[in-house]
């Protein structure tokens, strides 16, 4: 067993949001969705599976606070919410807020345009309503 470290990729293409007790909470930096990846913070875990129980049910209420959170912010006409993994194996939860005039509808995020980085001060803004949104969710 080794001691959990957020995967390179994820470290790299992502804003820190927030560390709920089982998960961090991340942004996507890509303007194109509003997008936020939870990684339970446990060492080697790659799939749901690998959560001990109690682990997969507190995952379940964060995804469900993430999940809350871009509705409440964005008001999205669907939510999507996967595991995939094939790319970057360590355990994450994709949550992106999607709208039926997004370039990708109603097909996957991935591949369907290529990121737009956040520009100052939006990420700030973004980031700063998304840990209110989460802080007051979670109390």
Same mark, same amino acid.
Request: net charge negative.
């Given at each position: 067993? /080794?001691?959990?470290? !957020?995967?390179?990729? &994820?470290?790299?293409?992502? =804003?820190?949001?927030?560390?709920?007790?089982?998960?961090?909470?991340?942004?996507?930096?890509?303007?194109?969705?509003?997008?936020?990846?939870?990684?339970?913070?446990?060492?080697?875990?790659?799939?749901?599976?690998?959560? $001990?129980?109690?682990?997969?049910?507190?995952? =379940?209420?964060?995804?469900?606070?993430?999940?809350?959170? !871009?509705?409440? !912010?964005?008001?999205?006409?669907?939510?999507?919410?996967?595991? &995939?993994?094939?790319?970057?194996?360590? !355990?994450?939860? /994709?949550?992106?807020? #999607?709208?039926?005039?997004?370039?990708? =509808? @109603?097909?996957?995020? =991935?591949?369907?345009?290529?990121?737009?980085?956040?520009? $100052? @001060?939006?990420?700030?803004? #973004?980031?700063?309503?998304? #840990? %209110?949104? &989460? #802080?007051?969710?979670? %109390?």
């Amino acid at each position: 067993m /080794h001691e959990f470290t !957020l995967h390179p990729q &994820l470290a790299a293409d992502t =804003w820190h949001i927030a560390s709920l007790p089982l998960c961090d909470v991340l942004l996507m930096n890509d303007a194109n969705y509003p997008w936020l990846i939870l990684v339970p913070r446990v060492a080697d875990a790659r799939e749901l599976l690998d959560l $001990d129980e109690d682990d997969r049910t507190r995952a =379940w209420r964060e995804i469900d606070l993430a999940a809350q959170a !871009l509705r409440d !912010l964005f008001t999205p006409d669907k939510l999507n919410i996967a595991t &995939l993994g094939n790319m970057v194996s360590q !355990l994450h939860v /994709h949550v992106i807020a #999607r709208f039926k005039s997004d370039t990708a =509808w @109603p097909k996957p995020v =991935w591949g369907a345009r290529p990121p737009m980085p956040y520009a $100052d @001060p939006v990420v700030t803004e #973004r980031i700063a309503g998304l #840990r %209110a949104r &989460l #802080r007051s969710s979670a %109390a």
